[in-house]
């Protein structure tokens, strides 16, 4: 199990619509220049491995291109899970994988054990966030503190303790590429590096690593930025031959499988049950629930509502929770209003290097941000900075099922992510009028 990052695939989060490059870039401010960035000779590149198409295909790229300089493939071991039948966990399962690409590239590969700070900085504030009632994004977490985090960190004591050995004591400049769909390039005006979108906006991750240290964005290549999926695996097939060449895509955590319902009984392994009342907008109780972790807004309620009375007649939705209560408010109809926000707030939000907050708040043409990955991006009208570091952003239209705990993240015309924070707050400019 390399991360958490295949969470984004499961029932649990409500369907985002494709994303629109179209809509997304047809502003009237010009794009940014950006010099792209490639290791000098006698650099050392390392490439992240999963196991996956994409990494391996990185693997296989990275040692083409830069035949002379030094590579190695590195595997981050995170979870110390069980066996699914076959005699061999799922991390050594994906470990043999790496060995076999590594082989096929001649490339050598390390293993390396996160799991303890993988337990502590990701899914332990993961589990505390479904407890509270918020819909958390580990991915983003595991991004942030794990791969570009403790990773990133062992790589550069590798290479200080390397500097120290040779005897001059100068580290040699060294660089982390990852399979991930998205670009860094460097700003010509600013001369500083930037995350930005990749080319091929369908498999855009760039919303994934919006919590990553700008400090760590000079040594990232992402060599996948400038390719579509399929050309990803017609050069991991055609051209590399990799072993690994027609493996599907993770849809899951294969130590927990697929599933909403799979999903939730993972989360009851790890959350004492908390019985609460489901209610209506009136305040009716019409139901129990065993914590707030088993609904997610925006979802049918599953509570059997009485179709011979009017006013209960119809399918009942999951609106919204109410952790101070503990209870889960129902609503009737899919668009129903209260779904709808155009206002959130981010008690804390990190901007990504250098960004004119002041400037965002008088003037933020252009600027869009998601709080799903591959959502068509959401045009702003209004952005609020507090000196407490939060931010408040209010959409343009009506959203629908915008939940405390997702990630919101920022972007400007030309691509670059902004900053990023957890929405702690939802709601909307004009009173709501359920039905």
């Given at each position: 199990?390399?991360?958490?990052?295949?969470?984004?695939?499961?029932?649990?989060?409500?369907?985002?619509?494709?994303?629109?490059?179209?809509?997304?870039?047809?502003?009237?401010?010009?794009?940014?220049?950006?010099?792209?960035?490639?290791?000098?000779?006698?650099?050392?590149?390392?490439?992240?491995?999963?196991?996956?198409?994409?990494?391996?295909?990185?693997?296989?790229?990275?040692?083409?291109?830069?035949?002379?300089?030094?590579?190695?493939?590195?595997?981050?071991?995170?979870?110390?899970?069980?066996?699914?039948?076959?005699?061999?966990?799922?991390?050594?399962?994906?470990?043999?994988?790496?060995?076999?690409?590594?082989?096929?590239?001649?490339?050598?590969?390390?293993?390396?054990?996160?799991?303890?700070?993988?337990?502590?900085?990701?899914?332990?504030?993961?589990?505390?966030?479904?407890?509270?009632?918020?819909?958390?994004?580990?991915?983003?977490?595991?991004?942030?503190?794990?791969?570009?985090?403790?990773?990133?960190?062992?790589?550069?004591?590798?290479?200080?303790?390397?500097?120290?050995?040779?005897?001059?004591?100068?580290?040699?400049?060294?660089?982390?590429?990852?399979?991930?769909?998205?670009?860094?390039?460097?700003?010509?005006?600013?001369?500083?590096?930037?995350?930005?979108?990749?080319?091929?906006?369908?498999?855009?991750?760039?919303?994934?690593?919006?919590?990553?240290?700008?400090?760590?964005?000079?040594?990232?290549?992402?060599?996948?930025?400038?390719?579509?999926?399929?050309?990803?695996?017609?050069?991991?097939?055609?051209?590399?031959?990799?072993?690994?060449?027609?493996?599907?895509?993770?849809?899951?955590?294969?130590?927990?499988?697929?599933?909403?319902?799979?999903?939730?009984?993972?989360?009851?392994?790890?959350?004492?049950?908390?019985?609460?009342?489901?209610?209506?907008?009136?305040?009716?109780?019409?139901?129990?629930?065993?914590?707030?972790?088993?609904?997610?807004?925006?979802?049918?309620?599953?509570?059997?509502?009485?179709?011979?009375?009017?006013?209960?007649?119809?399918?009942?939705?999951?609106?919204?929770?109410?952790?101070?209560?503990?209870?889960?408010?129902?609503?009737?109809?899919?668009?129903?209003?209260?779904?709808?926000?155009?206002?959130?707030?981010?008690?804390?939000?990190?901007?990504?290097?250098?960004?004119?907050?002041?400037?965002?708040?008088?003037?933020?043409?252009?600027?869009?941000?998601?709080?799903?990955?591959?959502?068509?991006?959401?045009?702003?009208?209004?952005?609020?900075?507090?000196?407490?570091?939060?931010?408040?952003?209010?959409?343009?239209?009506?959203?629908?099922?915008?939940?405390?705990?997702?990630?919101?993240?920022?972007?400007?015309?030309a691509g670059r992510v902004l900053g990023s924070g957890v929405i702690t707050n939802t709601d909307?400019?004009?009173?709501?009028?359920?039905?």
């Amino acid at each position: 199990m390399y991360t958490l990052l295949q969470l984004r695939g499961m029932a649990l989060r409500t369907a985002a619509r494709p994303l629109s490059c179209r809509r997304h870039f047809r502003t009237t401010v010009p794009a940014r220049k950006y010099v792209p960035r490639t290791p000098a000779p006698g650099d050392r590149v390392y490439v992240a491995m999963s196991s996956g198409v994409d990494s391996s295909t990185v693997a296989a790229l990275i040692r083409d291109q830069y035949p002379e300089n030094e590579v190695s493939g590195i595997y981050m071991e995170n979870w110390n899970d069980t066996s699914n039948g076959d005699g061999l966990t799922c991390t050594e399962r994906e470990w043999i994988d790496v060995q076999n690409v590594c082989r096929a590239v001649d490339l050598p590969c390390e293993r390396v054990n996160f799991e303890r700070e993988y337990w502590n900085e990701v899914f332990m504030p993961m589990i505390e966030m479904y407890k509270r009632g918020l819909t958390p994004n580990p991915d983003v977490g595991c991004n942030k503190f794990i791969k570009f985090g403790e990773l990133y960190r062992y790589l550069e004591n590798k290479e200080q303790k390397t500097a120290v050995s040779t005897g001059n004591g100068k580290m040699r400049n060294w660089w982390l590429a990852t399979g991930h769909y998205a670009n860094v390039g460097l700003d010509n005006a600013s001369n500083t590096v930037h995350l930005l979108r990749p080319s091929h906006l369908p498999k855009d991750q760039s919303y994934y690593l919006s919590a990553i240290s700008s400090t760590v964005l000079p040594r990232l290549l992402f060599p996948l930025g400038g390719y579509t999926k399929p050309q990803v695996r017609d050069l991991a097939l055609n051209k590399y031959h990799l072993p690994t060449a027609e493996k599907p895509d993770s849809q899951g955590i294969c130590f927990i499988g697929q599933g909403q319902n799979t999903f939730r009984r993972f989360l009851d392994e790890y959350l004492e049950a908390n019985p609460g009342d489901v209610v209506t907008e009136t305040g009716e109780v019409v139901g129990r629930h065993n914590g707030l972790w088993h609904a997610t807004v925006g979802q049918r309620s599953g509570v059997a509502m009485p179709q011979g009375d009017p006013t209960k007649k119809g399918t009942w939705y999951v609106a919204r929770k109410v952790p101070a209560q503990n209870q889960i408010v129902i609503v009737r109809g899919a668009d129903n209003p209260a779904f709808y926000t155009d206002r959130v707030q981010c008690a804390e939000f990190d901007w990504l290097g250098h960004v004119d907050s002041a400037a965002l708040v008088r003037d933020c043409a252009g600027i869009v941000v998601q709080y799903r990955s591959l959502q068509t991006p959401e045009r702003v009208r209004r952005v609020h900075v507090n000196g407490a570091g939060g931010l408040e952003v209010e959409f343009e239209t009506l959203r629908r099922a915008v939940a405390p705990g997702q990630y919101l993240v920022m972007y400007n015309e030309a691509g670059r992510v902004l900053g990023s924070g957890v929405i702690t707050n939802t709601d909307r400019t004009e009173p709501v009028n359920c039905k």
